[in-house]
């Protein structure tokens, strides 16, 4: 079975820095998708950005960017001018067709100090 | 605007009474989830299911059931309600391999 492991339980950041939040992942299969979600206090899940496997290129939406090491599996999210809004649990997920039933770390919580 | 919908959103029960968690979807998804997550903590997949008639058990033992006679709902139950089963469950829909999951807003169960 796949595991995802974040060792980062907690970290802070002050506002307008940069923060990196780790995730490794454990899995044999070669096509996969990783996923970092966004869980803001009482407040719906989101997602944050997504990679495929077999794409090198690494992803970026607006200020969050990975760091994706396919050989290493490893997949850090970096998010770049931290604002007060990016206080929340990330978690980072692993899903694998066709399966396709998500695999969630344990979360790391960030937050943003003005 | 196409969704996911969860009530109630919280709900304080006592010992022994059956309850029954909803989770509606608009958008007309097959595969939907139904996750366990003690507050802050990781997420553990408790049910799932591929379409109508389908259900299947995930990888956290769980004593509640579910049941999918229509796309849109995807109900959790909880026979007879222990303090044990306070927590946060969400619902998901799987929004094609590529895009993830949609969550819904999660119900926050305390058991008393």
């Known amino acids: 079975a796949q595991t995802v492991t974040q060792s980062q339980p907690e970290m802070s950041v002050q506002e307008a820095e940069t923060v990196t939040l780790s995730c490794t992942y454990d899995t044999s299969e070669s096509n996969y998708y990783l996923f970092w979600y966004k869980q803001p206090p009482s407040r719906q899940m989101i997602l944050v950005i997504r990679q495929e496997a077999y794409k090198q290129q690494n992803a970026t939406e607006n200020r969050f960017s990975v760091n994706f090491q396919k050989a290493a599996k490893s997949f850090s999210l970096k998010i770049s001018d931290s604002q007060l809004g990016d206080t929340a649990m990330y978690f980072c997920a692993f899903m694998k067709p066709p399966q396709e039933d998500m695999r969630f770390g344990a979360g790391t919580r960030l937050t943003v100090k003005p | 605007e196409a969704d996911i919908y969860q009530t109630p959103r919280y709900l304080v029960i006592g010992t022994g009474k059956k309850i029954t968690l909803e989770c509606s979807q608009t958008m007309g998804h097959d595969k939907m989830y139904w996750y366990q997550q003690d507050p802050g903590m990781e997420l553990h997949l408790i049910h799932y299911?591929?379409?109508?008639?389908?259900?299947e058990k995930g990888d956290l033992s769980s004593e509640s059931t579910v049941s999918r006679i229509r796309t849109e709902h995807f109900p959790l139950t909880l026979e007879s309600a222990r303090p044990s089963h306070t927590s946060q469950y969400l619902c998901?829909?799987?929004?094609?391999?590529?895009?993830?999951?949609?969550f819904g807003s999660g119900t926050r169960l305390t058991v008393v």
């Open positions: 998901a829909t799987l929004n094609g391999t590529y895009y993830g999951y949609t």
């Open positions: 299911s591929y379409g109508v008639n389908s259900t």
